[in-house]
Structures are given as structure tokens and as C-alpha cells.
């Protein structure tokens, strides 16, 4: 059995066929049509067309606040004309379709994808945190995901971090991007071939240097914002997404960070538990096989 899942990105439109067991195949990509709604909708329409007679359910990642219940986008500042749009319904109707679609966040969709097959899979309470221009997060509680009062995906990004100071935007995590901290390591080590990410790791061989100063800026502020979560949620197991993920380094220095700051008190470091963090499993293929793991695991 064989489903069609569809990753709409700014830029482009990936798609591949998800098995019941996971394995994704027969990927592909189209341009993004944002030119305009009857564009949007003529492109998804003729790719979805193309595969229906052969799926048992169709699953859409995209980027926004998407409420999946009902196949309603809330809000998309990547794709403004679907705001409002029950883009489930739509799609249903035009492609004339008789299995199952499952409209989804991006990021819900790889955060699906980890708890379905990946290293959140046979966690109840758990998240995933994604590091990219900003800060990304979706969380698992009881074993589902977490979508919230008014399906916003979560934003860590807007946590504040010091409430001890004059409000300001350097008190709160907005500053924590894992694209700025690459781009600052490599002026400061002097790295501007591609791959950057990984060219800077490479020459990052110290802890004392700027670079790493840098580094270790970043991965204290994305350990403070795991910690204060855990404080809280007191989750089983965090994994961090994102192509800097894919660093051993960064891994072990947000470890390091959560303890540190377990560690603060004595009565923190008797009462607070600490999560197993790990990077994810799922890379560029997450949004695909999540954004159908719920019509798979419903059956």
C-alpha cells in the first residue's frame, strides 16, 4: 500500500510515495506556483491527479499555521492566498479524490515522522526542536501530537530567557539562529567554500577561538530554552532537527548546557529529570514521510 505525500516549500514542491512501512520512493519536485491561488491549485491539483488512482491517502506538508482537523490553513506568509482556504475540501472537490488527504505544518510533518519511525518512535511525552534561521519546536504529549488552542506550531523563538532586565528583544531566544551562527563562525575562521556548515565544523578544532565562542553562545541559548521546557513538561526524550544537527559537537554542547543548568541549584539537580536529546533521524526525506504518518498508523 502506497501513499502520495507532498512537501510544498517556497520555492519548491517535493513529492514521493510513502509506504506503509515508511520507505519513501519515486521522489520528485515541481515548482512552487505562488504567482496566485488558481496557479497554486491547477499544479497541486494535476500532480495529485497524476497518483490518486494508485494511493490509499494523500498527506500535504505546508508551511504555516494549519488547522488539520479540518484541512484549514489559518495563516501563510510563504502562500497568503490560502489563508482561509479549507485546502482539504478544495483539493477533494477539484481532483475529484476518493481516499483520505491530511492537511499539516511542515514541521508537525517531521516532527510526525520521528515519533512514527524515528528517534521519538515508542516516546509518549517528547519533542522535537528544529534549528534553522529561527527556532522551531512540536511536541508530543500522551503520545500525540500537541497542536495547542489555536493550532500554532510551536514558536520557542518568542521565549523569553531573562525576565530580570529591561524588556527587550535580547531577552528572549529570537536572536538563536543556527543559519547566523554558521555564517558568524565562518567570517570569524575565515571559511567561505560550500558546504559552509561543514567546512566550519571541520576547521573548528578548539574551544577557544571566536568561532567557538560563537557556537557555544548559540547552543547555551537553545540549552536554556530545552531546559525551561523540561521544567515544565518533564519530557522522556528532545531530538534536534536541522542541518547543524548533523554535528556531533552541537549535540554534545546543548547536552552539556541542559546540565549545566540542572545543575544550578541542588534542589534542581534533585528535582529536575533530564531528557535524552539525540539528533533527528529523518533529514531532508522528514516532511514527506510525516506529512502521511497519521493516514498510515489510522489505517
Do not use: C
Not at 534542581?268 to 510525516?290: D, Q
Amino acid at each position: 500500500m502506497q501513499y502520495l505525500a507532498i512537501d510544498v516549500g517556497g520555492t519548491t514542491t517535493k513529492y514521493g510515495l510513502v509506504s506503509a512501512t515508511g520507505v519513501l520512493s519515486q521522489q520528485g519536485e515541481q515548482p512552487t506556483m505562488r504567482a496566485s491561488l488558481a496557479d497554486f491549485m491547477a499544479s497541486l491539483t494535476g500532480l495529485i491527479r497524476l497518483h490518486k488512482a494508485h494511493v490509499a491517502g494523500i498527506g500535504l506538508a505546508l508551511p504555516g499555521v494549519i488547522d488539520s482537523q479540518q484541512g484549514l490553513v489559518k495563516a501563510s506568509a510563504t502562500l497568503p492566498f490560502l489563508e482561509g482556504l479549507v485546502l482539504g475540501t478544495q483539493l477533494t472537490t477539484a481532483a475529484d479524490l476518493t481516499v483520505p488527504i491530511l492537511i499539516e505544518n511542515d514541521g508537525n510533518a517531521a516532527a510526525l515522522a520521528e515519533h512514527w519511525r524515528g528517534n521519538l518512535a515508542g516516546t509518549m511525552n517528547s519533542a522535537m526542536v528544529v534549528l534553522g534561521t529561527g527556532v522551531g519546536a512540536s511536541l508530543f504529549l500522551n503520545g500525540q501530537l500537541y497542536h495547542g488552542s489555536h493550532h500554532v506550531a510551536g514558536e520557542p523563538s518568542f521565549m523569553v530567557t531573562n525576565g530580570l532586565t529591561p524588556i527587550m528583544r535580547e531577552q528572549t531566544a529570537a536572536g538563536l539562529s543556527a543559519v547566523a551562527t554558521i555564517n558568524a563562525m565562518a567570517d570569524a575562521l575565515g571559511v567561505h567554500e560550500q558546504p559552509i556548515g561543514q567546512r566550519v565544523f571541520q576547521a573548528l578544532t578548539d574551544n577557544t577561538s571566536e568561532a567557538a565562542v560563537i557556537l557555544g553562545t548559540f547552543t547555551r541559548g537553545v540549552a536554556a530554552m530545552i531546559y525551561n521546557m523540561q521544567t515544565v513538561l518533564d519530557l522522556e526524550k528532545v531530538i534536534i532537527g536541522g542541518g547543524i544537527s548533523a554535528q556531533p559537537r552541537v549535540i554534545k554542547e546543548i547536552r552539556d548546557g541542559i546540565e549545566a543548568y540542572q545543575q544550578v541549584t541542588s534542589l534542581s539537580a534533585r528535582t529536575i529529570r533530564l531528557p535524552v536529546v539525540e539528533p533527528a533521524k529523518y533529514r531532508n526525506a522528514a516532511n514527506l514521510i510525516g506529512a502521511v504518518a497519521p493516514l498510515v498508523v489510522r489505517g
